[in-house]
């Protein structure tokens, strides 16, 4: 069956660290971007950054570029992402997507994981 | 950055009438828009690419339809397990951006 499924979530002071996982099945992981999207409590979908199938080309939204690192073991099919000097607005719920591998020039996302939460708090 | 604008913030419709929801970009993006249905705690689902064209599995009920700056999403008959929050997104131009969502609700 093909899903995603995020991981390592949890309570973390400002200025902390953690570390999301985000394993896949059931499909050629090596063959996809990958993206981290968030949503705060009670709002939007903020895209957080993206991976290329092979792990060479990666980029990351402004407010978190500098802090957060992604990466990808396509060994393990999974995705991560180090997110480092936390902030009370890094909070939400955090998830994994996939975008086609047909997709060359567009960037929607055909599947993705349930989420794990993140809250920054002291 | 694309400020992307739904409305309503909540639609209130009966199962078995039309859903019409709406979406409008701070500036136009061709037909760089997709429609993602979120239910409570379930991951967001794909609808509609390219403004519209179904994404595979989805029913015909769904259609969307617009280009530039104004879309629309179309549920022609709802059904019971429609009922759930749904946002647009462009991708015509970096960073990806979101709108604020539209609850569809059980009139």
């Known amino acids: 069956q093909v899903h995603l499924v995020e991981s390592g979530g949890g309570l973390v002071k400002p200025g902390g660290s953690l570390r999301l996982s985000c394993e896949a099945s059931?499909?050629?992981?090596?063959?996809?971007?990958m993206t981290w999207f968030r949503q705060a409590p009670g709002k939007g979908l903020e895209w957080v950054s993206y991976?290329?199938?092979?792990?060479?080309?990666?980029n990351y939204a402004d407010s978190v570029k500098g802090r957060f690192t992604i990466s990808r073991d396509n060994a393990e099919n999974s995705l991560s992402l180090q997110m480092d000097s936390l902030r009370a607005e890094d909070t939400a719920t955090y998830y994994c997507?996939?975008?086609?591998?047909?997709?060359?020039?567009?960037?929607?996302?055909?599947?993705w994981g349930r989420g794990t939460l993140v809250t920054v708090s002291s | 950055e694309i400020v992307m604008t739904q409305s309503p913030g909540t639609l209130s419709v009966s199962p078995g009438e039309r859903a019409t929801l709406s979406c409008r970009a701070s500036?136009?993006?061709?037909?760089?828009l997709a429609w993602y249905q979120q239910k409570p705690g379930q991951a967001p689902s794909l609808l509609i690419y390219?403004?519209?064209t179904r994404a595979t599995g989805i029913p015909a009920r769904f259609s969307g339809s617009g280009s530039g700056t104004e879309f629309t999403l179309t549920i022609s008959s709802l059904q019971s397990e429609d009922f759930a929050v749904y946002y647009c997104?462009?991708?015509?131009?970096?960073?990806?951006?979101f709108g604020g969502g539209t609850k569809l609700e059980i009139k």
């Open positions: 997507a996939r975008r086609p591998r047909t997709s060359v020039i567009d960037w929607y996302f055909d599947l």
């Open positions: 059931g499909f050629s992981f090596s063959d996809n971007y």
């Open positions: 991976i290329s199938g092979s792990g060479s080309y990666t």
């Open positions: 997104q462009q991708y015509n131009k970096w960073p990806l951006t």
């Open positions: 500036q136009g993006i061709t037909s760089n």
């Open positions: 390219g403004a519209s």
